[in-house]
């Protein structure tokens, strides 16, 4: 069945909000519970964006990754962010080639539909920054030839909050570079129940999955999203939410434009996903938390006093009034 999606109209909005239902029940066949996390690791899919799961081993991190990735009939790949990982083992290496006489690229494990870089905080700041270009950019460059990765494209990097011995916090720069960031966490008792209840001696068949869209009807869902209307209320809603972060004492460094971009993309994917071929100021108000409260850089004093940036980002969102709706 193929994804046909055209800009402002209420009819396709709500054959977009279709698609990612099906798309989210597909994965919560294996991710049980956790309807918010899944819509919000599409919503970053959808958005062009990336995911940064900040979660305890265990939860179902690569499951969610690799569902993703069957979901979409694309191809899967996990980078293990280790120490002694190198930059080339993320983006490829040209190697000479005796026979030929000449040097062959060879791809790294970038090139994929969706890249589970697991616990990204283990690896140096030099390989870190590796993933900053084709984050942005969508393309690598090697040896002075950039070649663009396969879309749809989306980074899913994971980090373990409880062992902190030998890693490296990820720098303000590559923060910034993950459109949402959340967690999965435990399952509650009923969903926990069920996983017990639908256990086999295997992990779940993620490999069952049937795959839904192929990558041109994606892309067809990404620019559909990309119309999505926003009125200059929910624009001056956004830069006004920015604003109130950057006047927060307690803030080092408020919300970037990267940021507000961010909000604004996310918030129109949230809107086609329920059907609207328009952003509300509810959708901005819902999607502020996860998408900014990683962005923002607490002063010493406010770490020292156990704030954090989801409770400071929460507090500049409720000093700004919501725009009303015409």
């Known amino acids: 069945m193929s994804v046909t999606t055209q800009p402002g109209t209420e009819p396709q909005a709500q054959a977009f909000a279709a698609w990612f239902d099906r798309i989210v029940g597909n994965v919560e066949t294996v991710i049980r519970g956790k309807t918010d996390v899944v819509r919000l690791s599409l919503i970053a899919l959808f958005a062009e964006g990336h995911l940064l799961l900040e979660d305890v081993p265990g939860v179902g991190k690569t499951m969610l990754a690799r569902s993703i990735a069957q979901s979409l009939g694309g191809e899967f790949q996990r980078i293990q962010f280790t120490p002694d990982l190198l930059p080339s083992d993320v983006t490829g290496v040209s190697i000479f080639n005796q026979k030929s006489g000449e040097f062959e690229y060879h791809r790294g494990p970038i090139f994929a539909n969706v890249v589970l870089a697991d616990e990204?905080?283990?690896?140096?700041?030099?390989?870190?920054?590796?993933?900053?270009?084709?984050?942005?950019?969508?393309?690598?460059?090697?040896?002075?030839?950039?070649?663009?990765?396969?879309?749809?494209f989306l980074v899913i990097a994971t980090q373990n909050p409880i062992e902190l011995e030998g890693t490296y916090p990820l720098p303000e720069a590559q923060l910034d570079r993950f459109l949402i960031k959340t967690s999965i966490g435990h399952p509650d008792l009923t969903a926990e129940m069920e996983i017990l209840r639908n256990h086999s001696s295997s992990a779940p068949r993620i490999d069952a999955l049937q795959p839904l869209l192929s990558a041109p009807e994606a892309e067809n869902l990404v620019a559909f999203a990309e119309a999505v209307s926003a009125s200059d209320g929910i624009l001056a809603y956004i830069a006004t939410l920015a604003d109130a972060t950057r006047r927060l004492p307690e803030l080092r460094l408020g919300v970037s434009p990267r940021g507000s971009i961010g909000l604004l993309r996310a918030s129109r994917v949230w809107a086609a996903s329920e059907g609207r071929s328009f952003v509300t100021?509810?959708?901005?108000?819902?999607?502020?938390?996860?998408?900014?409260?990683?962005r923002v850089i607490l002063t010493p004093d406010a770490e020292l006093a156990g704030r954090t940036g989801l409770e400071l980002v929460r507090r500049a969102v409720e000093s700004v009034a919501v725009p009303q709706n015409r």
Do not use: C, W
Request: proline share 11%; charged share 30%.
């Open 281 to 294: 100021p509810e959708d901005v108000k819902f999607l502020a938390e996860p998408v900014l409260g990683h």
């Open 120 to 152: 990204i905080n283990r690896a140096s700041p030099k390989t870190q920054s590796s993933l900053l270009q084709v984050m942005e950019e969508r393309r690598v460059t090697v040896d002075r030839d950039t070649r663009s990765v396969p879309r749809p």
